[in-house]
């Protein structure tokens, strides 16, 4: 076993982190620069994310290297140092899990590589496979415990990280988001990834969705998963509540007491790990550990229930979409010129 899938053994359920880039931007980063580079030079800051986590209660750190791939990483001239990068914060993270004084495992992250696989684009599996194990075998190095997949959206290239993972022999974790009228981008949906893991080089520890559009669309994804496959490790991992433009700025409208309601409706949907992404502070994730530590699991909601307590679905899939008077052909042109 594992250490992730000793933990989860032992407690149930676990609670993974919240936002990285949301706090680093808050802790100074500018729009723009590469928060991987702050693996090397600002490794007191990153220390500091990954403390404030575990203070919260966070079960489960994720390193900063969501887009420390060759790809990515291009962008910022910054290709030829993917192994320094990734090893750097997954010791960094390592460090702080270390002295926590109690299991505290290192995710560690790998996003996608932003660029499009053939036909559309130029993107070989090949070439995939080994700009993800090249990522992999520097967070493994550096001490991760398990490869975090995240943020998917091509089915090609959740298999070539898979590929890469059983490549230097680390156990991961993989989620997807469902952030278009409850399909990933590319059009995966949420019960076509639990039958995609079986098409994998080896079998993910857990699988679900992160990011997205909103909790609520996040958990309406989740209760497809579950309702398909009961018995999978699912992970939750959503936005602190929907993302709102105000001027320049992005802002999240989750206060921390929705995203408890939310810890308490993911594990009644069926969700194992339990975590936040963009926008997801300290504070918020102190009020998840705080609901997670004394909820007891209950029914199983319904999309009804969840839109009730957290807000409405920002995207959701075509059979939750209302019916105009126009019927349902005046409702998909509506939907088409939105």
Avoid at 70 to 92: C, F, I, Q
Avoid at 251 to 273: H, N
Avoid at 298 to 310: C, D, K, N, Q, T
């Amino acid at each position: 076993m594992s250490k992730l899938e000793e933990l989860l053994a032992q407690n149930g359920t676990l609670l993974a982190d919240g936002a990285t880039g949301t706090n680093l931007f808050d802790m100074g980063l500018t729009s723009g620069d590469p928060p991987e580079e702050w693996n090397v030079t600002e490794p007191d800051k990153i220390r500091t994310l990954h403390r404030k986590f575990v203070e919260a209660g966070a079960d489960i750190i994720l390193t900063n290297t969501f887009g420390a791939n060759r790809h990515r990483l291009k962008l910022h001239k910054l290709e030829g140092r993917v192994h320094e990068l990734n090893a750097a914060a997954a010791g960094l993270a390592r460090d702080i899990a270390d002295s926590a004084g109690r299991p505290v495992i290192v995710g560690g992250s790998i996003g996608p590589t932003g660029e499009l696989f053939v036909p559309l684009g130029a993107l070989t599996h090949e070439d995939a496979v080994a700009a993800f194990t090249e990522q992999a075998q520097g967070l493994k190095d550096g001490g991760a415990d398990v490869l975090w997949i995240e943020t998917m959206s091509a089915a090609e290239e959740m298999r070539a990280a898979a590929e890469a993972a059983a490549s230097v022999g680390m156990p991961f974790v993989v989620t997807a988001s469902f952030d278009t009228a409850g399909r990933t981008m590319m059009g995966l949906g949420p019960a076509a990834l639990g039958a995609l893991t079986g098409d994998f080089a080896c079998t993910p520890v857990a699988y679900g969705s992160n990011c997205g559009v909103g909790a609520s669309d996040l958990l309406a994804a989740i209760l497809e998963i579950t309702a398909a496959y009961p018995q999978a490790v699912v992970v939750a991992k959503a936005n602190c509540g929907i993302p709102v433009i105000r001027g320049d700025e992005v802002v999240y409208t989750g206060t921390p007491e929705l995203m408890g309601d939310y810890a308490r409706l993911a594990v009644d949907a069926g969700a194992r790990i339990i975590g936040g992404c963009c926008g997801t502070s300290y504070t918020h994730l102190a009020a998840m550990r705080a609901a997670l530590d004394v909820h007891e699991k209950g029914a199983r909601p319904s999309v009804a229930e969840i839109v009730a307590r957290l807000g409405p679905l920002v995207s959701p899939p075509a059979a939750l979409q209302p019916v105009g008077e126009e019927g349902d052909g005046g409702s998909r042109r509506r939907r088409r010129r939105s």
